[in-house]
């Protein structure tokens, strides 16, 4: 009789602790929803609509088809296509059954279940699956609903004009949102959804149909809403697409969107195979197999490069200053990274050696990154001016070359070197661009020396007495040791650096000149500009800041692919 209240007063115990967790993990949740789910999804949801000051009406992917032309339906296909694969990936784990480790020294090893397992789990594999459904389905809907309710409640404004100011004015009409019809709606379905998603886990709880911390359930939900959210968005791209071709005929032309989305597709499809093919013969002893696998890769990147070739001309109807803006980005970017990272890795060597003073030096050099932007911005365009006793100005006279314009030059460095013969395409970053790549580069470094620093102290000193006694020269030493293992460190610098660069402003903002033109507006200028303008335009911004985003978001992801696995973690 003593069994039925100690398994009472043991679930309760473990009911206890699971809601202790969640509640210590509430906080740093909703800062997560607050700061990085919504502010995407809320871009996302404005750039589909017309948004200008106030919300209007839905018009699906043609702030997307303004900034990227019909590129914008090739990567929404593809991403549409990349979400129901991994949705179809992530239902194909919950539903395989396996078996428990087959002995004690098999800890974390699972294998294929056989028949009778297999038969023991159909249950609860069918439970989790049902349970992934319901949750889906109640993340789903609430989210539906609260962007139902969004316009309506960023639309009082509008609703109040006329009125009569009256205390509590916009609480009413604020709790009168609430009761919009469509608003209604939606919350009673979500309210429903939410019921059915406790219900049904509870019932699987008191049926024992539990996995260990309920991670398949979890699975199944991350399926079914990529699954929904990918049959969406190509629904949405099917749509727009439909829209445009029939838009094309009738104005008397062509738009070959289905041959470019199969012509790319089957471009960075062998790009991809030849990279795979290239690594696969990388780990090869053979000789041979080497040579094979090089020239196969090599095929196969030439028949890649031939084929996404057509890239530029889907792009020949993008927005012209946006291209503008990621050029001005990603020659930022090339010109600032690498020598911040190399300036930082020498200054943090030297720094590391055993002299007097680098306590002194590393403050030094660490101060100009926790100086203001805008007060260093404004020294920098100083020393820069275009005056011709600036002491910029002054130093390169000295050097007998003739003096620049610097921030009022918007032509390319290397066309500045070589004569205005050179062809525009490899003029290179304008002098301005340079000026404010020199200033990164300054701001920066002592930055990356200090975590170069860090990194050199975790190196132990005996691998460097066992180098020289092994009679290893300073720069076997540096090249054998310090640099794999200062992998790590490096590793998150480049990442780190790379987001900034992307996403930086200040600086730009602050010594950009009206007589560099475009020479120094990357994409976050050009995003600013366009909601900030006598006629803001949200929904075209925050199309633009989802593209910007899903930039960053596949270099983040690209290098974590390829240099992540070249980081050497001692």
Do not use: C
């Not at 032509?411 to 002098?431: D, E, H, R, S, V």
């Not at 170069?452 to 460097?464: K, Q, R, T, V």
Request: positive net charge; glycine residues 8%.
């Amino acid at each position: 009789m003593a069994a039925v209240p100690r398994a009472i007063s043991r679930r309760r115990r473990i009911l206890i602790e699971n809601l202790t967790a969640y509640a210590f993990l509430f906080p740093a949740g909703l800062l997560i929803f607050l700061f990085g789910i919504f502010p995407v999804a809320f871009a996302f949801f404005v750039s589909l609509h017309r948004w200008r000051r106030f919300p209007d009406e839905y018009i699906g992917l043609a702030n997307y088809e303004r900034a990227l032309g019909s590129f914008a339906y090739v990567v929404f296909f593809f991403g549409a296509l990349l979400a129901l694969a991994a949705g179809a990936l992530l239902v194909r784990r919950v539903i395989k059954p396996a078996a428990e480790p087959s002995s004690a020294g098999d800890v974390g090893a699972t294998t294929q279940a056989r028949p009778g397992q297999a038969h023991r789990l159909a249950p609860k594999i069918v439970f989790n699956l049902i349970s992934g459904v319901a949750n889906a389905a109640a993340v789903l809907l609430v989210g539906r609903w609260f962007f139902t309710l969004l316009p309506v409640v960023l639309n009082i404004p509008v609703r109040l004009r006329g009125q009569e100011r009256v205390q509590g004015l916009f609480l009413n009409e604020l709790f009168a949102s609430f009761q919009y019809p469509e608003v209604a709606a939606a919350g009673n379905l979500a309210l429903l959804a939410l019921a059915a998603a406790a219900g049904i886990s509870l019932l699987r709880r008191r049926g024992r149909q539990v996995d260990a911390g309920g991670s398949l359930v979890w699975t199944a939900t991350g399926a079914v809403v990529l699954l929904v959210l990918g049959a969406l968005t190509l629904n949405l791209t099917l749509d727009a697409i439909q829209a445009a071709v029939t838009a094309a005929q009738a104005s008397g032309t062509e738009l070959p969107v289905w041959s470019q989305i199969i012509i790319i597709g089957a471009g960075a499809a062998l790009v991809i195979l030849a990279y795979r093919v290239w690594t696969q013969a990388a780990r090869s002893y053979s000789d041979r197999r080497l040579l094979a696998g090089l020239i196969a890769a090599a095929l196969l990147l030439i028949g890649g490069y031939a084929l996404v070739t057509e890239v530029p001309r889907v792009l020949a109807a993008a927005d012209r200053e946006m291209m503008g803006g990621f050029s001005v980005t990603i020659m930022y970017a090339v010109g600032a990274v690498p020598f911040q990272l190399m300036l930082g890795l020498g200054l943090a060597y030297l720094l590391f050696q055993k002299l007097r003073g680098t306590t002194l030096f590393r403050m030094i050099f660490f101060l100009p990154y926790i100086m203001p932007f805008v007060a260093t911005s404004l020294v920098f365009s100083l020393l820069f001016s275009h005056r011709p006793d600036s002491p910029a100005n002054h130093l390169i006279t000295l050097l007998g070359l003739p003096a620049q314009k610097w921030l009022l030059e918007p032509t390319g460095i290397f066309q500045l070197i070589f004569g205005p013969q050179l062809p525009a395409a490899l003029a290179g970053p304008g002098l301005a661009l340079v000026v404010i790549i020199i200033y990164t580069i300054w701001t920066y470094a002592g930055y990356a020396t200090v975590v170069f620093l860090a990194g050199l102290g975790n190196i132990s000193g005996e691998l460097y007495e066992a180098a020289r006694i092994d009679g290893a020269s300073g720069w076997q030493v540096f090249r054998n040791i310090t640099l794999p293992l200062l992998s790590p460190t490096t590793f998150f610098l480049m990442l780190v650096a790379t987001i900034g660069t992307f996403q930086a402003f200040t600086q730009l903002w602050m010594m950009r000149t009206p007589a560099s033109e475009r020479a120094v507006d990357n994409m976050s200028i050009y995003i600013f500009e366009r909601i900030t303008d006598a006629n803001p335009n949200y929904g075209y911004g925050s199309a633009l800041a989802f593209v910007l985003f899903f930039v960053i978001l596949l270099l983040t992801l690209a290098q974590n692919r390829v240099a992540g696995r070249r980081v050497f973690y001692g």
